[in-house]
Protein backbone atom coordinates (compact mmCIF):
# COMPACT_ATOMS: atom_id res chain seq x y z
CA UNK A 1 0.00 0.00 0.00
CA UNK A 2 3.04 2.53 0.74
CA UNK A 3 4.93 1.61 -2.37
CA UNK A 4 1.37 2.31 -4.37
CA UNK A 5 0.83 5.58 -2.94
CA UNK A 6 4.22 6.44 -3.29
CA UNK A 7 3.88 5.87 -7.33
CA UNK A 8 0.04 7.26 -7.27
CA UNK A 9 -0.25 9.94 -9.89
CA UNK A 10 -1.61 12.69 -7.47
CA UNK A 11 -3.78 15.50 -9.80
CA UNK A 12 -6.77 17.35 -8.75
CA UNK A 13 -10.21 17.81 -10.50
CA UNK A 14 -11.66 20.27 -12.22
CA UNK A 15 -14.99 18.63 -11.00
CA UNK A 16 -14.43 19.51 -7.29
CA UNK A 17 -15.39 22.66 -7.15
CA UNK A 18 -18.99 21.33 -8.50
CA UNK A 19 -19.72 18.59 -5.86
CA UNK A 20 -18.77 20.95 -2.76
CA UNK A 21 -20.93 23.63 -4.30
CA UNK A 22 -23.94 21.48 -5.03
CA UNK A 23 -23.11 19.15 -1.66
CA UNK A 24 -23.50 22.78 -0.03
CA UNK A 25 -26.56 23.52 -1.77
CA UNK A 26 -28.94 20.57 -0.60
CA UNK A 27 -27.19 21.00 2.85
CA UNK A 28 -28.40 24.95 2.72
CA UNK A 29 -32.16 23.68 1.87
CA UNK A 30 -32.04 20.36 4.59
CA UNK A 31 -31.09 23.16 7.21
CA UNK A 32 -33.63 25.72 6.03
CA UNK A 33 -35.92 22.77 6.59
CA UNK A 34 -34.42 22.28 9.92
CA UNK A 35 -35.26 25.94 11.57
CA UNK A 36 -38.18 27.36 9.41
CA UNK A 37 -40.42 26.24 12.31
CA UNK A 38 -38.38 27.89 15.35
CA UNK A 39 -37.33 31.11 13.52
CA UNK A 40 -41.78 32.36 13.40
CA UNK A 41 -42.65 29.25 16.28
CA UNK A 42 -44.95 31.68 18.35
CA UNK A 43 -46.69 32.00 14.10
CA UNK A 44 -46.66 27.88 14.01
CA UNK A 45 -47.94 27.61 17.76
CA UNK A 46 -50.99 29.82 16.73
CA UNK A 47 -51.49 28.15 13.93
CA UNK A 48 -51.79 24.54 14.83
CA UNK A 49 -52.62 25.35 18.30
CA UNK A 50 -50.01 23.49 19.94
CA UNK A 51 -47.29 24.29 23.12
CA UNK A 52 -44.37 26.02 22.03
CA UNK A 53 -42.41 22.75 22.99
CA UNK A 54 -44.22 21.07 20.51
CA UNK A 55 -42.76 23.29 17.53
CA UNK A 56 -39.79 22.79 19.21
CA UNK A 57 -39.39 19.47 18.96
CA UNK A 58 -39.74 20.18 15.25
CA UNK A 59 -36.07 21.18 15.92
CA UNK A 60 -34.77 18.61 18.39
CA UNK A 61 -36.52 15.85 16.02
CA UNK A 62 -33.05 16.72 13.68
CA UNK A 63 -31.17 15.92 16.84
CA UNK A 64 -33.10 12.98 18.16
CA UNK A 65 -32.71 11.00 14.90
CA UNK A 66 -29.35 11.35 14.16
CA UNK A 67 -28.07 9.67 17.40
CA UNK A 68 -29.22 6.27 16.02
CA UNK A 69 -28.53 6.35 12.98
CA UNK A 70 -25.24 7.56 12.78
CA UNK A 71 -23.36 4.41 12.91
CA UNK A 72 -25.38 2.93 9.95
CA UNK A 73 -25.53 5.27 7.76
CA UNK A 74 -21.16 6.01 8.89
CA UNK A 75 -20.86 2.10 7.67
CA UNK A 76 -22.81 2.97 4.22
CA UNK A 77 -20.00 6.15 3.69
CA UNK A 78 -17.49 3.50 4.18
CA UNK A 79 -18.63 0.67 2.18
CA UNK A 80 -20.92 2.02 -0.81
CA UNK A 81 -18.80 5.95 -1.12
CA UNK A 82 -19.64 9.27 -1.00
CA UNK A 83 -22.58 9.28 -4.27
CA UNK A 84 -24.61 6.77 -2.70
CA UNK A 85 -24.69 8.72 0.82
CA UNK A 86 -25.56 12.09 -1.51
CA UNK A 87 -28.54 10.67 -3.59
CA UNK A 88 -29.71 9.36 -0.18
CA UNK A 89 -29.59 12.60 1.51
CA UNK A 90 -30.94 14.95 -1.26
CA UNK A 91 -34.24 12.38 -2.25
CA UNK A 92 -35.25 12.20 1.35
CA UNK A 93 -34.91 16.29 1.60
CA UNK A 94 -36.99 16.41 -1.53
CA UNK A 95 -39.39 13.73 -0.07
CA UNK A 96 -39.58 15.82 3.48
CA UNK A 97 -40.15 18.75 1.98
CA UNK A 98 -43.27 17.66 -0.02
CA UNK A 99 -44.28 15.88 2.96
CA UNK A 100 -45.29 19.16 4.67
CA UNK A 101 -47.44 20.14 1.55
CA UNK A 102 -49.78 18.03 2.84
CA UNK A 103 -49.94 19.64 6.31
CA UNK A 104 -51.84 23.22 5.60
CA UNK A 105 -54.55 22.93 8.13
CA UNK A 106 -54.51 23.41 11.90
CA UNK A 107 -55.83 19.48 12.85
CA UNK A 108 -52.68 18.38 10.58
CA UNK A 109 -49.60 19.00 12.87
CA UNK A 110 -48.69 15.25 12.92
CA UNK A 111 -48.25 16.09 8.85
CA UNK A 112 -45.91 18.34 9.13
CA UNK A 113 -44.27 15.98 11.85
CA UNK A 114 -43.89 13.30 9.36
CA UNK A 115 -42.46 15.62 6.87
CA UNK A 116 -39.89 16.99 9.15
CA UNK A 117 -38.71 13.69 10.64
CA UNK A 118 -38.07 12.41 7.19
CA UNK A 119 -36.22 15.69 6.65
CA UNK A 120 -34.08 15.15 9.66
CA UNK A 121 -33.52 11.69 8.11
CA UNK A 122 -31.74 13.20 5.43
CA UNK A 123 -29.50 15.32 7.64
CA UNK A 124 -28.04 12.10 9.04
CA UNK A 125 -26.94 11.46 5.47
CA UNK A 126 -26.09 14.81 5.24
CA UNK A 127 -23.74 16.16 8.57
CA UNK A 128 -20.55 13.88 8.16
CA UNK A 129 -20.13 14.76 4.64
CA UNK A 130 -18.18 17.34 5.00
CA UNK A 131 -14.57 16.51 6.06
CA UNK A 132 -14.80 13.23 3.68
CA UNK A 133 -15.34 15.11 0.85
CA UNK A 134 -12.88 17.91 1.51
CA UNK A 135 -10.97 14.89 2.16
CA UNK A 136 -11.46 12.88 -1.49
CA UNK A 137 -11.78 15.42 -3.87
CA UNK A 138 -9.18 18.09 -2.35
CA UNK A 139 -5.61 18.89 -1.96
CA UNK A 140 -3.55 19.39 1.19
CA UNK A 141 -3.22 22.89 0.71
CA UNK A 142 -7.20 23.60 0.25
CA UNK A 143 -8.43 20.82 2.40
CA UNK A 144 -9.67 22.96 5.13
CA UNK A 145 -11.11 25.41 2.75
CA UNK A 146 -13.29 23.26 1.11
CA UNK A 147 -14.29 21.36 4.45
CA UNK A 148 -15.49 25.17 5.48
CA UNK A 149 -17.47 25.75 2.33
CA UNK A 150 -19.32 22.46 2.47
CA UNK A 151 -20.31 23.69 6.16
CA UNK A 152 -21.15 26.47 4.88
CA UNK A 153 -23.84 25.50 2.63
CA UNK A 154 -25.35 24.14 6.35
CA UNK A 155 -24.85 27.51 8.12
CA UNK A 156 -26.00 29.69 4.99
CA UNK A 157 -29.39 27.37 5.29
CA UNK A 158 -29.57 28.54 8.89
CA UNK A 159 -29.46 32.14 7.91
CA UNK A 160 -32.08 31.71 5.12
CA UNK A 161 -34.20 30.01 7.60
CA UNK A 162 -34.29 33.37 9.55
CA UNK A 163 -34.67 35.90 7.16
CA UNK A 164 -37.13 34.10 4.97
CA UNK A 165 -39.89 32.49 7.38
CA UNK A 166 -40.86 35.92 8.59
CA UNK A 167 -41.24 37.45 5.64
CA UNK A 168 -42.77 34.93 3.84
CA UNK A 169 -45.07 33.88 6.60
CA UNK A 170 -46.22 37.68 8.56
CA UNK A 171 -48.33 37.19 11.62
CA UNK A 172 -51.81 37.43 10.59
CA UNK A 173 -55.04 36.95 12.61
CA UNK A 174 -56.73 35.02 9.57
CA UNK A 175 -56.02 31.51 9.57
CA UNK A 176 -57.18 31.05 6.01
CA UNK A 177 -54.50 33.62 4.80
CA UNK A 178 -51.69 32.03 7.15
CA UNK A 179 -52.07 28.76 5.68
CA UNK A 180 -51.69 30.45 2.36
CA UNK A 181 -48.72 32.38 2.76
CA UNK A 182 -47.02 28.90 4.72
CA UNK A 183 -48.06 26.76 1.42
CA UNK A 184 -45.75 29.61 -0.62
CA UNK A 185 -43.23 28.65 1.71
CA UNK A 186 -43.58 24.93 1.60
CA UNK A 187 -44.10 24.98 -2.63
CA UNK A 188 -40.97 26.91 -2.77
CA UNK A 189 -38.60 24.46 -0.85
CA UNK A 190 -39.88 21.65 -2.56
CA UNK A 191 -39.35 23.13 -5.80
CA UNK A 192 -35.59 23.56 -4.52
CA UNK A 193 -35.09 20.32 -2.77
CA UNK A 194 -36.28 18.31 -6.11
CA UNK A 195 -34.10 20.48 -8.63
CA UNK A 196 -31.12 20.04 -5.95
CA UNK A 197 -32.25 15.93 -6.43
CA UNK A 198 -32.09 16.10 -10.16
CA UNK A 199 -28.67 17.87 -9.83
CA UNK A 200 -26.84 15.29 -7.79
CA UNK A 201 -27.83 12.63 -9.96
CA UNK A 202 -26.01 13.87 -12.92
CA UNK A 203 -23.27 15.91 -11.24
CA UNK A 204 -21.95 14.16 -7.75
CA UNK A 205 -19.45 11.54 -8.68
CA UNK A 206 -17.81 9.28 -6.26
CA UNK A 207 -14.11 9.95 -6.64
CA UNK A 208 -12.10 12.06 -8.68
CA UNK A 209 -10.10 9.96 -11.62
CA UNK A 210 -6.55 10.52 -9.34
CA UNK A 211 -6.09 10.91 -5.52
CA UNK A 212 -5.65 14.35 -4.58
CA UNK A 213 -3.00 14.01 -2.29
CA UNK A 214 -0.65 12.02 -1.01
CA UNK A 215 -2.84 10.62 2.24
CA UNK A 216 -5.31 10.49 -0.31
CA UNK A 217 -3.67 7.91 -1.89
CA UNK A 218 -1.97 6.09 0.52
CA UNK A 219 -5.90 5.54 2.18
CA UNK A 220 -7.01 3.94 -1.14
CA UNK A 221 -4.18 1.97 -1.81
CA UNK A 222 -5.04 0.09 1.17
CA UNK A 223 -6.99 -3.46 0.63
CA UNK A 224 -10.28 -3.52 1.40
CA UNK A 225 -10.07 -6.38 3.90
CA UNK A 226 -7.67 -4.35 5.57
CA UNK A 227 -10.68 -2.14 6.91
CA UNK A 228 -13.01 -2.79 9.84
CA UNK A 229 -15.41 -0.55 10.54
CA UNK A 230 -15.99 -2.16 14.15
CA UNK A 231 -12.24 -1.81 14.90
CA UNK A 232 -11.98 1.68 13.10
CA UNK A 233 -14.62 2.94 15.63
CA UNK A 234 -13.06 1.28 18.68
CA UNK A 235 -9.73 2.81 18.14
CA UNK A 236 -11.55 6.07 17.64
CA UNK A 237 -12.87 5.51 21.08
CA UNK A 238 -9.01 4.75 22.29
CA UNK A 239 -7.97 8.52 21.41
CA UNK A 240 -7.88 10.38 24.03
CA UNK A 241 -7.52 13.74 22.18
CA UNK A 242 -10.35 12.46 20.08
CA UNK A 243 -12.23 11.77 23.02
CA UNK A 244 -11.87 15.32 24.64
CA UNK A 245 -12.57 17.21 21.09
CA UNK A 246 -15.62 15.02 20.84
CA UNK A 247 -17.19 16.13 24.13
CA UNK A 248 -15.86 19.94 23.48
CA UNK A 249 -17.27 20.18 19.98
CA UNK A 250 -21.08 18.69 21.49
CA UNK A 251 -20.53 21.18 24.19
CA UNK A 252 -19.89 24.53 21.62
CA UNK A 253 -22.66 23.20 18.95
CA UNK A 254 -25.39 22.10 21.53
CA UNK A 255 -25.31 25.30 22.74
CA UNK A 256 -25.30 26.94 19.19
CA UNK A 257 -28.37 24.71 18.58
CA UNK A 258 -30.29 25.51 21.83
CA UNK A 259 -29.76 29.00 21.09
CA UNK A 260 -30.80 28.54 17.54
CA UNK A 261 -34.29 27.13 18.03
CA UNK A 262 -35.21 29.26 21.34
CA UNK A 263 -34.06 32.58 19.63
CA UNK A 264 -37.10 33.88 18.08
CA UNK A 265 -38.81 33.15 22.09
CA UNK A 266 -35.70 35.32 23.96
CA UNK A 267 -36.38 37.75 21.61
CA UNK A 268 -39.72 38.05 21.38
CA UNK A 269 -39.76 38.00 25.05
CA UNK A 270 -37.70 41.37 25.31
CA UNK A 271 -38.84 43.14 22.05
CA UNK A 272 -42.70 42.05 21.49
CA UNK A 273 -43.90 42.09 18.10
CA UNK A 274 -40.12 41.66 16.32
CA UNK A 275 -40.51 38.41 14.62
CA UNK A 276 -38.56 39.77 11.72
CA UNK A 277 -36.49 41.70 13.44
CA UNK A 278 -35.79 37.82 15.61
CA UNK A 279 -34.85 36.55 12.18
CA UNK A 280 -32.39 38.99 11.47
CA UNK A 281 -30.80 38.58 14.61
CA UNK A 282 -30.41 35.03 13.59
CA UNK A 283 -29.73 36.03 10.21
CA UNK A 284 -26.33 37.82 11.80
CA UNK A 285 -25.70 35.44 13.99
CA UNK A 286 -25.30 32.66 10.80
CA UNK A 287 -23.64 35.32 8.53
CA UNK A 288 -20.93 35.97 11.04
CA UNK A 289 -20.10 32.55 11.58
CA UNK A 290 -19.98 32.06 7.69
CA UNK A 291 -17.35 34.48 7.48
CA UNK A 292 -15.50 33.71 10.66
CA UNK A 293 -15.58 29.80 9.43
CA UNK A 294 -14.46 30.78 5.90
CA UNK A 295 -11.66 32.85 7.34
CA UNK A 296 -10.22 29.93 10.01
CA UNK A 297 -10.55 27.30 7.06
CA UNK A 298 -8.15 29.54 4.95
CA UNK A 299 -6.06 30.55 8.00
CA UNK A 300 -5.05 26.43 8.84
CA UNK A 301 -4.51 25.47 5.20
CA UNK A 302 -1.74 28.33 5.71
CA UNK A 303 -0.50 27.62 9.07
CA UNK A 304 -1.48 24.34 10.21
CA UNK A 305 -2.49 25.89 13.95
CA UNK A 306 -5.16 23.27 14.63
CA UNK A 307 -4.88 23.23 18.39
CA UNK A 308 -4.14 27.04 18.87
CA UNK A 309 -7.01 28.47 16.70
CA UNK A 310 -9.63 25.99 18.22
CA UNK A 311 -8.27 27.14 21.62
CA UNK A 312 -9.10 31.20 21.01
CA UNK A 313 -12.30 30.32 18.67
CA UNK A 314 -13.30 28.69 21.93
CA UNK A 315 -12.27 31.21 24.27
CA UNK A 316 -14.19 33.93 22.53
CA UNK A 317 -17.32 31.96 21.87
CA UNK A 318 -17.59 31.98 25.56
CA UNK A 319 -16.83 35.59 25.90
CA UNK A 320 -19.36 36.38 23.28
CA UNK A 321 -21.52 34.66 24.83
CA UNK A 322 -21.53 36.11 27.89
CA UNK A 323 -21.51 39.62 26.57
CA UNK A 324 -25.00 38.69 24.30
CA UNK A 325 -26.36 37.58 27.96
CA UNK A 326 -25.93 40.74 29.53
CA UNK A 327 -27.05 43.14 26.84
CA UNK A 328 -30.21 41.12 25.09
CA UNK A 329 -32.28 42.88 28.06
CA UNK A 330 -30.72 46.38 27.38
CA UNK A 331 -33.76 47.78 25.38
CA UNK A 332 -31.97 48.24 22.08
CA UNK A 333 -32.23 46.46 19.27
CA UNK A 334 -29.20 47.43 17.38
CA UNK A 335 -27.15 46.03 20.26
CA UNK A 336 -28.78 42.69 19.92
CA UNK A 337 -27.51 42.79 16.81
CA UNK A 338 -23.86 43.59 17.63
CA UNK A 339 -23.15 41.45 20.36
CA UNK A 340 -25.22 38.34 18.50
CA UNK A 341 -23.05 39.01 15.36
CA UNK A 342 -19.69 38.54 17.67
CA UNK A 343 -21.08 35.53 19.04
CA UNK A 344 -21.77 34.18 15.55
CA UNK A 345 -18.51 34.78 14.53
CA UNK A 346 -16.72 32.27 17.01
CA UNK A 347 -19.18 29.88 17.76
CA UNK A 348 -20.72 29.07 14.10
CA UNK A 349 -17.12 29.53 13.08
CA UNK A 350 -16.39 27.34 15.06
CA UNK A 351 -18.45 24.06 13.07
CA UNK A 352 -15.55 23.57 10.56
CA UNK A 353 -12.36 23.11 12.79
CA UNK A 354 -13.81 20.43 14.51
CA UNK A 355 -14.28 18.65 11.54
CA UNK A 356 -10.98 19.34 10.19
CA UNK A 357 -9.34 19.14 14.13
CA UNK A 358 -10.69 15.50 13.95
CA UNK A 359 -9.46 14.62 10.85
CA UNK A 360 -5.74 15.14 11.77
CA UNK A 361 -6.18 13.45 14.91
CA UNK A 362 -7.76 10.22 13.90
CA UNK A 363 -5.62 9.85 10.14
CA UNK A 364 -5.90 7.32 8.63
CA UNK A 365 -9.63 6.79 9.91
CA UNK A 366 -12.49 7.46 7.80
CA UNK A 367 -13.31 11.52 8.05
CA UNK A 368 -17.14 10.03 7.75
CA UNK A 369 -16.51 8.45 11.16
CA UNK A 370 -14.89 10.88 13.04
CA UNK A 371 -17.61 13.94 12.04
CA UNK A 372 -20.71 11.25 12.59
CA UNK A 373 -19.05 10.88 16.06
CA UNK A 374 -18.47 14.61 16.79
CA UNK A 375 -22.14 15.11 15.09
CA UNK A 376 -23.62 12.56 17.97
CA UNK A 377 -22.05 14.61 20.74
CA UNK A 378 -23.40 17.60 19.05
CA UNK A 379 -26.93 16.40 18.73
CA UNK A 380 -27.10 15.32 22.58
CA UNK A 381 -26.20 18.11 24.04
CA UNK A 382 -28.06 20.06 21.55
CA UNK A 383 -31.45 18.17 23.08
CA UNK A 384 -30.36 18.26 26.63
CA UNK A 385 -29.33 22.56 26.21
CA UNK A 386 -32.48 23.16 24.54
CA UNK A 387 -34.80 21.27 27.17
CA UNK A 388 -32.49 23.10 30.01
CA UNK A 389 -32.36 26.01 28.47
CA UNK A 390 -36.12 26.52 27.75
CA UNK A 391 -37.45 25.33 30.84
CA UNK A 392 -34.53 27.74 32.66
CA UNK A 393 -36.14 30.42 30.66
CA UNK A 394 -39.80 29.78 31.72
CA UNK A 395 -38.86 29.62 35.09
CA UNK A 396 -36.09 32.56 35.47
CA UNK A 397 -36.05 34.35 32.51
CA UNK A 398 -33.86 34.48 29.39
CA UNK A 399 -30.69 35.70 31.00
CA UNK A 400 -30.87 32.58 33.78
CA UNK A 401 -31.20 30.38 30.24
CA UNK A 402 -28.14 32.16 28.87
CA UNK A 403 -25.95 31.71 31.84
CA UNK A 404 -26.83 27.94 31.74
CA UNK A 405 -25.24 27.77 28.24
CA UNK A 406 -22.29 30.10 29.41
CA UNK A 407 -21.34 27.48 32.22
CA UNK A 408 -21.13 24.81 29.67
CA UNK A 409 -19.20 26.82 27.37
CA UNK A 410 -16.43 27.60 30.03
CA UNK A 411 -16.12 23.86 30.67
CA UNK A 412 -15.46 23.24 27.15
CA UNK A 413 -12.88 25.85 26.74
CA UNK A 414 -11.03 24.45 29.71
CA UNK A 415 -11.05 20.68 28.51
CA UNK A 416 -9.80 22.15 24.64
CA UNK A 417 -6.78 23.21 26.74
CA UNK A 418 -5.74 19.65 27.41
CA UNK A 419 -5.88 18.34 23.91
CA UNK A 420 -2.48 17.13 22.09
CA UNK A 421 -1.87 18.36 18.61
CA UNK A 422 -1.31 15.26 16.97
CA UNK A 423 -1.44 15.91 13.46
CA UNK A 424 -1.50 12.78 11.76
CA UNK A 425 -2.97 13.71 8.61
CA UNK A 426 -0.42 15.90 8.15
CA UNK A 427 2.75 14.03 9.25
CA UNK A 428 1.29 11.39 6.88
CA UNK A 429 1.71 13.68 3.65
CA UNK A 430 5.02 14.63 5.01
CA UNK A 431 6.23 10.96 5.21
CA UNK A 432 4.84 10.81 2.09
CA UNK A 433 6.91 13.29 0.33
CA UNK A 434 10.16 12.44 1.31
CA UNK A 435 9.41 8.72 0.52
CA UNK A 436 8.59 10.39 -3.45
CA UNK A 437 11.43 12.07 -3.09
CA UNK A 438 13.94 9.27 -1.85
CA UNK A 439 12.41 7.30 -5.27
CA UNK A 440 13.60 9.80 -7.68
CA UNK A 441 10.36 10.62 -8.42
CA UNK A 442 9.40 14.68 -8.97
CA UNK A 443 7.18 15.61 -6.17
CA UNK A 444 3.85 16.91 -7.90
CA UNK A 445 3.89 20.45 -9.01
CA UNK A 446 2.14 22.41 -11.68
CA UNK A 447 1.96 20.10 -14.85
CA UNK A 448 2.81 22.01 -17.95
CA UNK A 449 0.12 19.92 -20.32
CA UNK A 450 -3.65 21.19 -19.91
CA UNK A 451 -4.90 18.34 -17.47
CA UNK A 452 -6.02 19.74 -13.90
CA UNK A 453 -3.12 20.47 -12.08
CA UNK A 454 -1.47 18.37 -9.63
CA UNK A 455 -1.83 18.84 -5.91
CA UNK A 456 1.44 20.58 -4.13
CA UNK A 457 2.59 18.39 -1.25
CA UNK A 458 3.15 19.48 2.54
Not at 356 to 377: H, I, K, Q, R
Not at 404 to 427: H, Y
Request: net charge positive; proline share 5%; hydrophobic share 50%.
Amino acid sequence: GGAAAVTAEVRLSRRRWAVVLLFSSYSLCNAFQWIQYGSINNVFVRFYGVSAFAIDWLSMSYMLTYIPLLFPVAWLLDKRGLRLIALAGSALNALGAWVKLGSLKPHLFPVTVLGQVICSLAQVFILGMPSRIASVWFGPREVSTACSLAVFGNQLGIAVGFLVPPVLVPNVEDVEKLAYHISIMFFMTAGVATALFILVIIVFKEKPPHPPSRAQALIQSRPTEEYSYMQSILRLLRNANFLLLMVTYGLNTGCFYALSTLLNRMVIHHYPGEEVNAGRIGLTIILSGMTGALISGIWLDRTKTYKQTTLVIYIMSLVGMIVYTFTLSLGHLWVVFVTAGMLGFFMTGYLPLGFEFAAELTYPESEGTSSGLLNVSAQIFGIAFTIGQGQIMDRFGTRAGNLFLCSFLLLGTIMTAFIKADLRRQQANLDNKQMVIRSGERPEGPRSSSAPTSCPGR
